[in-house]
């Protein structure tokens, strides 16, 4: 008996959503009564999920796992899931987190629910409430099987410290290269990405042009957040693809997301309604956007984000 | 080359969510049913093949007869054939053992899917199914390349992009990218005649054990009426974030 999570770390270290499985891991654990075990994989401080309840952290430390590869990642997991009698498998939502966790349940004949967002509202039987529709309604679902898989939707549990005195324990996994290997990585290092901002900041046809992005840059760096952008911004070719949120375009779950010059079409409330309060900046007070918001400014993004901006940098000087 | 292009039938993004049965079962009365939005795109990437290099385009989905509109609007962008296995698709792990079945006696070289469907999100499917099949696997495609057997598939990873290298046989879930938005196909009016005689045949579901159930549904709470704030106040904004919401 047991509640595995698998804490991923990235370049060694554990990101946000890492901590948060963790800390979701140890409630169900105590809900189950039994122990928290976590697996990280070449992870350099693997003591560190101590703190958030981990009472056996278990580190695959391979050369041949440097480099992400879905199905061997899967494969350990389920070894450790083995070894360990684990009853619940505990997974993020991140992009590797996303990757493996079918692959898992498959592997374990497991029933799996992902986009969870509450610890289970009963664990006889195990029923846990999920995403749906695209945030637009919840799921009650019942796992049925000896197993369970839980993919966490991102930011929806939060980070609980939480310290405990933890075994550690060295596995090595009989897991090989899949037949999918990784021949180039393009990614900006130092930059906040989408996934794992608190605070986006996006921007939609209402700032005219590519030209004035500067704007939504300059807010984004005053609050430590992520540049985004709708989907027509993306189609004109303003800002990059990989910026664009909404439905089809990248999940957003932040804590905060600015929206400015976004009208709020349906697709793009899809993809970015998991994000706990919403700011919308339009000049047009009849926007889609008002009825989805938290706070709304009427007025031009011209003047309004100016100040706005200025303002933060003395807010940010005094807090 | 073989290719399967697995489709879910769901509700068009604009259609209202309730539930009906004591909020036990979607209320689809007088909702628009549409091919799944992402799966789209992976259609549109098996025409590519199809016309540039040569493939037949088979597309599949698990549901009653009401999901064939999709399946027939699928043969009218293109695809050869059409399956359906009959059964309601319960949950992502039914699905994939129907389909798992399917491709196995059938044996084709590429399964592409889209990344998850916009009804239950699970973004299950396609990683179960390569798993059963025992096939290749690239999440979150958004790029491929395919010369003989060997594969060059982009994946989209949090904070920018990775290449991969396989080989076939493989499964794809994909999204934009694949092809771009203004590459989704529509249907022309000779293709929607010609669908009406290309063949789909209607498979029965193989025994599997259910691994979930859905137990009720819930809409989330009203949202309270959005604050407006002045123009001229950005003071009483950032306070309003800081002393009320508490996110900056």
């Known amino acids: 008996m047991s509640v595995l999570v698998f804490a991923e770390a990235s370049e060694g270290k554990f990101k946000k959503a890492a901590l948060e499985v963790v800390s979701y891991g140890k409630k169900i654990a105590e809900q189950l009564g039994t122990e928290l075990v976590a697996l990280t994989i070449n992870a350099s401080n693997a003591s560190e999920l101590a703190s958030y309840g981990a009472q056996k952290i278990i580190k695959v430390t391979q050369d041949n796992q440097e480099s992400f590869d879905a199905k061997c990642t899967a494969t350990t997991i389920k070894e450790v899931a083995l070894k360990e009698a684990a009853d619940v498998v505990i997974i993020d939502s991140s992009s590797n987190g996303l990757y493996v966790a079918p692959i898992v349940a498959a592997q374990l004949n497991a029933g799996y629910a992902s986009n969870v967002i509450d610890v289970p509202s009963s664990t006889q039987p195990f029923t846990v409430k999920r995403k749906a529709f695209s945030n637009k309604a919840f799921n009650h679902t019942e796992i ?63 700032l005219k042009g590519p030209e004035n992005w500067g704007l939504i840059e300059d807010l984004a760096e005053v609050l430590g957040a992520a540049t985004a952008c709708s989907k027509p911004v993306s189609d004109l070719g303003w800002r990059p693809h990989a910026e664009h949120v909404g439905q089809t375009g990248k999940p957003v779950a932040s ?16 993809g970015i309604n998991a994000s706990k309060v919403k700011v919308v900046i339009n000049t047009d007070p009849e926007a889609p956007f008002f009825k989805a918001a938290d706070y709304g400014i009427v007025g031009d993004a011209f003047e309004v984000v100016p100040q706005l901006i200025e303002k933060l940098k003395v807010f940010k000087a005094n807090n | ?38 799966d789209e795109f992976a259609l549109a990437r098996a025409m590519w093949f199809k016309e540039k290099q040569g493939a037949s385009i088979t597309v599949i989905t698990v549901g009653n007869a009401g999901t064939e ?44 899917t889209g990344r998850e469907s916009i009804d239950y999100n699970g973004a299950m499917v396609p990683g179960m199914l390569a798993t059963f099949l025992d096939y290749n696997f690239v999440n979150a495609c958004i790029g491929v390349e395919i010369e003989n057997n060997t594969a060059t598939a982009i994946k989209e990873i949090d904070g920018g992009s990775e290449t991969l290298s396989t080989s076939l046989p493989l499964v794809l879930a994909g999204q934009k990218g694949l092809v ?50 002045a123009a001229s106040d950005i003071d009483g904004l950032i306070d309003l974030l800081h002393n009320e919401a508490k996110v900056i």
Do not use: W
């Open chain 2, 69 to 112: 509109p999709s399946l027939r609007k699928a043969l009218a962008i293109g695809a050869d054939d059409a399956i359906r296995i009959d059964a309601e698709a319960t949950d992502g792990f039914f699905v994939a053992k129907q389909l798992a079945e399917v491709a196995k006696s059938n044996g084709y070289d590429l399964i592409l």
């Open chain 2, 180 to 229: 771009e938005e203004k590459e989704l196909r529509i249907p022309n009016m000779r293709g929607i005649m010609m669908a009406r005689k290309k063949p789909l045949s209607v498979v029965a579901a193989i025994e599997t054990e259910a691994t979930t159930k859905s137990v009720r549904f819930e809409k989330p709470e009203e949202k309270s009426a959005c604050k407006m704030v």
């Open chain 1, 255 to 270: 804590n905060l997301y600015i929206a400015i010059g976004i009208s709020g079409a349906i697709q793009h409330l899809a």
């Open chain 2, 1 to 38: 080359m073989k290719i399967l292009v697995c489709i879910s039938h769901v509700p068009d993004t604009t259609s209202k969510i309730n539930f009906t049965e004591n909020d036990s079962a979607f209320d689809s009365n007088g909702v628009q049913y549409v091919i799944n939005p992402y």
């Open chain 1, 144 to 206: 049925s099987t000896a197993v369970k898989v839980i993919g966490l939707a991102k930011n929806s549990f939060g980070i609980v410290e939480n310290s405990t005195t933890a075994t550690e324990e060295d596995f090595t996994s009989t897991a090989t290269a899949s037949g999918v290997s990784s021949t180039a990585l393009n990614k900006a290092s130092g930059q906040v990405t989408i996934a794992d901002a608190d605070v986006v900041v996006s921007g939609g046809r209402g």
